[in-house]
């Protein structure tokens, strides 16, 4: 894929939209973005420019493919795959979610291999409505998850209302944050107003700068009208 600067360049790409929803999908950053996958599409690692030439890069590729990082992943992806009851996968899930924040700790690790647990994201959300015996826990951690690569919509919210309906934590916060920004992004001016009139007021933000961008959005957004 290419992201051309130049309006003339940018006007011979012929699917623009796809070009954007595969940017969103795999949370690309930065340019140049390399994503090795596996032969069903997933990402296993991620990678970018590296000095040293050819020989150099295949190198550093083969010992991505190699990692002990990914293979920890794909065995906790068959154990989760194993499982049979709600409970049985939220273990399975905690399991995951956990080895995602000891990843996050590590910078490189962080770098090269996040991406791999993008493949975990549609359970993930699954995981919100599984009848299972009360873990708070569990649930925190998935919806950490979901804010951190930009997930809302309904099922979500609601969830984060049970968790936490006076945003003690948070995360109603983070949620209408997310939601915000993804409107702003897509030029949803009255979605945008709308959605802060709705939530500004309904509870007290544990960053006041939150209020304060909140506010900024809806009156830049009322602009746009």
Do not use: C
Not at 62 to 67: F, I, R, V
Not at 102 to 123: H, M, P, S, T, W
Not at 138 to 147: G, Q, R, S, W
Not at 203 to 209: A, C, K, Q, R
Request: hydrophobic share 35%; net charge negative.
């Amino acid at each position: 894929l290419d992201f051309p600067r130049d309006e003339a360049l940018k006007a011979k790409i012929k699917n623009p939209e796809r070009n954007q929803a595969l940017v969103k999908q795999f949370n690309v950053r930065g340019y140049p973005t390399v994503l090795l996958m596996d032969s069903t599409g997933t990402p296993y690692a991620q990678t970018g420019y590296q000095q040293g030439g050819p020989e150099a890069y295949l190198k550093h590729l083969t010992e991505l493919k190699n990692s002990p990082v990914g293979a920890k992943i794909n065995k906790l992806a068959a154990k989760l795959a194993s499982t049979r009851t709600d409970d049985a996968k939220s273990a399975a899930l905690q399991e995951i979610l956990a080895y995602e924040k000891e990843i996050k700790e590590d910078r490189e690790n962080a770098r090269y291999f996040g991406i791999n647990f993008l493949q975990f994201q549609g359970v993930v959300e699954e995981s919100l409505s599984w009848k299972t015996a009360d873990n708070e826990e569990v649930k925190l951690m998935a919806v950490d998850f979901l804010l951190e690569r930009g997930v809302t919509g309904p099922k979500l919210h609601q969830a984060i209302k049970e968790l936490d309906p006076n945003n003690d934590k948070g995360y109603l916060e983070k949620f209408m944050m997310a939601e915000l920004n993804g409107k702003m992004s897509s030029k949803d001016w009255k979605g945008a107003i709308a959605f802060v009139e709705s939530f500004v007021g309904s509870f007290n933000f544990s960053e006041g700068d939150n209020d304060t961008v909140a506010r900024y959005y809806a009156g830049y957004a009322a602009h746009q009208l």
